[in-house]
C-alpha cells in the first residue's frame, strides 16, 4: 500500500487501473476510491487549493459503506 500511495498517489494524483480507482457519490462526493485488495478500500481526495493528498478511510466494504 505504502508504493500505492508513494509511487502513484503523491506523485502522479492518479492510481493505475488495477485498483479499480472510481469517484464516490452522495455523501463521499468529491472522494475517490480504489481496492488495494478486493474487500480492502482506500478513500482519499485531493486538496489542489493546498497541494495536499488527503487519506480519508481505509476498510472493508462493509465497514465503511454499512
Known sequence: MKDL?????????????EYLPHPLIGEWKPHMECHILPDLLLIWDVDEDNNELILARIGSHSELFG
Not at 5 to 17: C, F, R, Y
Request: hydrophobic share 30%; no cysteine.
Open 5 to 17: 500511495i508513494d509511487e502513484h498517489l503523491v506523485k502522479t494524483g492518479t492510481v493505475p487501473d
